[in-house]
C-alpha cells in the first residue's frame, strides 16, 4: 500500500498503482448506467441512431470532460472543493471557483441516496433468484411453471411492500458505507481489484452464453443500423444525458478519484481507457440483453422496466434458467457497489477533511443523510407516490420524490458541474499547470483544449437548454 505517492500531500492515500486507479474508476463509471440505464434508453429511443449518436457523444463530450475532472484531482490532492481551490491558487484564479466542485460533491450525495434504492432491487432479484434455485435445482428455468404475468409483477410487488424496500434499500447503502469508511487501500480499492475482474468474467460469460442461445443476429442490427431518421432531438438528449450519467461526470466524483492517483500515471491515456472500458460495456451490455430479449419475443422498449421486469421472464425460457438469472444480478450488485462507493467517497472525503474529523464518523454522517433521503425515495413507489415536492415547477410537476432527485441531478446538477469545469480547465486555470498534468502532446492536446474550451461548453449548454425548455 502506497501512503503517500510522489508529490502527494502528507497524509494522504493514493492508489497502490495504476491498474488500481483505472479499475476503481472503471468500476465508478460501469454500473447500473450501463446494465440497466443504456439498453432500456437504447431501446426506447430506437436502437442504432441511439447508440453511434451515444458513441460520438462520449468522444466529444464525455472523454475531454474525463481528463479535465481527473486533472484538477490529481493537481489538488484533496477533496474536490479543495482540488479546485488549489489549482485556481497556483493559477492566480479566485478561489470561488471551487464552487463548481461543492455542488458536484452535493449532486453525487444526492445520486448516492436513490441509486442504493435500485441497489436494493438488485438484492431483491438476487434473493428471489437464489431461492428459485434452490426450488428448481441447477438445470431448469426460472420460476417452473410459473405465468409470466407472475414474474412480471415481482417488481411491482416489491413496490407494494415499502417496509422491505426500505430494508434492501438500507442494506445497499450500509454495505457501501463499510467500503469507504475503511478508506482507499483496504476499502475503496480492494472493492474495485476483487469485484470489477470478477464482474467482467461473468459478463463476458453472460455474453456469450446470450449470443449461442438468444436472437444474436437481431440485437446486432437493431443496435448498429443507423437510420437517420429515428435521431431526434429527443433522441440527442436522452444519448448525452446517458453518457454523462455512465461516465460519473459533472459531480465530483471522478475528481475525488484523481486525487488519489500519483503524478506517474499519464492522465490522457487513462482517461481514454476509462471511457473505452465504460462505452464497451454499455455496447456489450445491449448485446448481451437484447439477444434474450428477442428470442423471447419481448418489446425492445420497455424501457426501465426491461431488465427487471422483462429479462426474468426470459431467464424462464432458459436452460440453467435459475444459475443464469442468479449469475446475472449478482454481476448488476458487482457494478452497482463499485458506483456507490465512489458516489459516497466524494462527499465523505469532503467532510473528513473539511472538519478535520475521522472517515468513520464522515462516512456515518454523510450515510445518515443518504438513509433519510433513501427512505424518501423508496417511499415515492408507495405510501409517497403522490408527494411531489418540487410540483410547482412545471419542469417537476407530478414528479415523486425519487424522479425528482434523478431529475435534479441529471438535467441540473451534472450539466452545470461540467459547463463550469471546463470554463475553469479551458479559460481560467494557468494553461501551463494544465498542460503539464493532462498527458497528452502534439494533436491530441490542441483537439482536447479546444474541445474543453468551446466544443463541450456550448454543447451542453444547449443542450441544457433543450432539456429544461423543451
Ligand atoms: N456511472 C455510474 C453508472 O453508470 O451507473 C453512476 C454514477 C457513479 C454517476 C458515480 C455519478 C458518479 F459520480
Redesign the pocket.
Known amino acids: 500500500m502506497a501512503v503517500a505517492g510522489s508529490g502527494s500531500k502528507a497524509g494522504h492515500e493514493n492508489w497502490s498503482s495504476r491498474t488500481a486507479f483505472i479499475l476503481a474508476a472503471v468500476g465508478?463509471?460501469?454500473?447500473?448506467?450501463?446494465m440497466w440505464?443504456f439498453p432500456a434508453e437504447a431501446g426506447e429511443n430506437g436502437g442504432g441512431a441511439f447508440v453511434l449518436f451515444y458513441i460520438f457523444c462520449v468522444l466529444l463530450i464525455g472523454l475531454p470532460v474525463l481528463l479535465a475532472e481527473v486533472l484538477i484531482g490529481r493537481h489538488g490532492q484533496a477533496n474536490a472543493p479543495e482540488s479546485v481551490r488549489r489549482v485556481a491558487r497556483d493559477s492566480n484564479a479566485g478561489e470561488g471557483w471551487s464552487i463548481l466542485a461543492s455542488l458536484g460533491v452535493f449532486a453525487?450525495f444526492l445520486?448516492l441516496s436513490f441509486?442504493c434504492v435500485v441497489g436494493g432491487w438488485v438484492v431483491y432479484y438476487i434473493g428471489i433468484f437464489a431461492n428459485d434455485l434452490v426450488q428448481t435445482g441447477l438445470t431448469g428455468g426460472a420460476f417452473a411453471g410459473r405465468p409470466a404475468e407472475d414474474i412480471e409483477g415481482l417488481l411491482p410487488g416489491l413496490f407494494g411492500n415499502a417496509g422491505l424496500m426500505i430494508g434492501l434499500n438500507l442494506g445497499f447503502l450500509a454495505v457501501t458505507m463499510f467500503f469507504v469508511s475503511r478508506g482507499i487501500s483496504s476499502g475503496i480499492e480492494w472493492v474495485a481489484v476483487y469485484l470489477m475482474p470478477l464482474f467482467f468474467v461473468l459478463f463476458l460469460g453472460i455474453t456469450i452464453y446470450g449470443a449461442f442461445t438468444g436472437n444474436f443476429s437481431d440485437a446486432v442490427s437493431y443496435l448498429f443500423t443507423f437510420d437517420f431518421e429515428k435521431l431526434t432531438g429527443e433522441v440527442m438528449l436522452a444519448a448525452v444525458g446517458q453518457a454523462f450519467?455512465?461516465?460519473?461526470l459533472g459531480?465530483a466524483?471522478?475528481m475525488t478519484y484523481g486525487a488519489y492517483a500519483n503524478r506517474d500515471t499519464n492522465l490522457g491515456k487513462t482517461s481514454g481507457i476509462i471511457a473505452g472500458a465504460d462505452t464497451g460495456v454499455a455496447i456489450l451490455a445491449g448485446l448481451a440483453i437484447f439477444p434474450i430479449v428477442f428470442a423471447a419475443g419481448l418489446s425492445a422498449s420497455a424501457g426501465p422496466g426491461l431488465m427487471f421486469a422483462s429479462l426474468p421472464v426470459a431467464f424462464q425460457a432458459m436452460p440453467f434458467g435459475s444459475m443464469i438469472g442468479l449469475l446475472f444480478f449478482v454481476m448488476i450488485f458487482f457494478a452497482?457497489l463499485t458506483?456507490s462507493v465512489?458516489?459516497l467517497e466524494?462527499p465523505t472525503a469532503y467532510v473528513f477533511e473539511k472538519f478535520n474529523m475521522p472517515r468513520m464518523v464522515a462516512t456515518l454522517i454523510v450515510g445518515a443523510g443518504a438513509a433519510v433521503l433513501g427512505v424518501l425515495s423508496s417511499l415515492s413507489f408507495n405510501d409517497m407516490a403522490e408527494f411531489y415536492p418540487l410540483g410547482f415547477i412545471p419542469l417537476f410537476a407530478e414528479t415523486n420524490f425519487f424522479d425528482t432527485l434523478d431529475g435534479v441531478t441529471a438535467k441540473l446538477f451534472m450539466p452545470i458541474g461540467a459547463i463550469l469545469t471546463c470554463i475553469f480547465v479551458g479559460w481560467i486555470a494557468d494553461a501551463r499547470l494544465i498542460d503539464d498534468e493532462n498527458g497528452l502532446d502534439g494533436i491530441l492536446h490542441q483537439t482536447w483544449r479546444a474541445l474543453v474550451r468551446f466544443v463541450c461548453p456550448v454543447v451542453l449548454a444547449v443542450i441544457m437548454a433543450f432539456g429544461l425548455f423543451s
Do not use: Q, T
Open positions: 465508478s463509471a460501469v454500473g447500473l448506467g450501463n440505464r453525487a445520486i441509486y450519467f455512465s461516465l460519473s459531480v466524483g471522478m452497482a458506483s465512489s458516489l466524494a
